[in-house]
């Protein structure tokens, strides 16, 4: 079945259900992407920032922990995962069917910090399909937040034509590394009906995978092209409190 694109209109998502355990008592009594970057601004706060100030004022938030919290973006659309205690991400955006179905949509974790030159990049971007981001700096990064920077990464690949080819398999050469995935993709309804086509009813506990383990199936399955474009200005990504040191000391840099 041949999906149309319904309208030419891109929709931001923001995914924002998780707890956030790893931060400590940083996320005890709010969300995750609550957490202050700087005396005024808050993780959120910064994520949507990107989106509005590219004139984007249509934005979904994907809620969960502590969801109420988040009603103070009376002009959001909030989407709430009631099952985000036992969902990972990819279930969190299953949430959003809906929307995906109709629009393009533009996907960003709300545990990451980065400028909205990555959004201009995704909106920009001619390539139809899904889109995601790679930061071109990971290498550096990742030397800062561990000592042994491959006891964390994983093998990111792409071929001539930018598109990803591997994605998430352990590695301990940097040869297997081209880039960074941030969590900040574009996906239209032909693609998002290709995932739900081709794994839906395939995949045991779909909902409890993360958006690399999507990717992964995706490659493997090979029903849609996934194409990557290079990103160079800041980004962080917050997934423990030795992150939030390292996102604190840079901007207080």
Not at 155 to 167: A, D, S
């Amino acid at each position: 079945m041949k999906i149309k694109l319904q309208s030419n209109k891109i929709i931001p998502i923001i995914l924002a259900a998780g707890r956030g355990s790893r931060m400590g008592t940083l996320t005890k009594n709010k969300p995750k992407s609550f957490v202050k970057i700087d005396k005024d601004k808050r993780l959120i706060d910064k994520v949507i920032e990107n989106f509005k100030n590219l004139g984007f004022n249509k934005i979904v938030i994907i809620t969960g922990y502590k969801s109420n919290q988040f009603n103070e973006f009376k002009k959001n659309k909030k989407i709430k995962n009631n099952k985000w205690k036992t969902t990972n991400i990819f279930g969190s955006l299953i949430c959003a069917d809906k929307i995906l179905s109709k629009y393009q949509c533009i996907i960003s974790y709300a545990d990451i910090l980065y400028q909205k030159e990555a959004v201009e990049i995704l909106t920009k971007s001619k390539k139809r399909g899904i889109v995601i981001l790679s930061f071109k700096y990971w290498k550096r990064y990742w030397k800062e937040r561990f000592n042994d920077p491959l006891s964390d990464l994983e093998t990111f690949k792409t071929n001539r034509k930018n598109q990803l080819v591997e994605i998430g398999n352990r590695t301990n050469s940097y040869k297997n590394i081209n880039g960074q995935y941030m969590g900040v993709f574009k996906i239209d309804p032909h693609s998002w009906h290709k995932i739900k086509q081709h794994l839906f009813k395939d995949v045991k506990d779909l909902n409890k995978i993360d958006i690399t383990a999507l990717f992964q199936l995706i490659n493997k399955k090979k029903f849609c092209n996934i194409y990557v474009e290079n990103y160079a200005k800041k980004w962080f990504e917050i997934d423990n409190v030795k992150d939030y040191k390292i996102l604190k000391k840079s901007i207080e840099n």
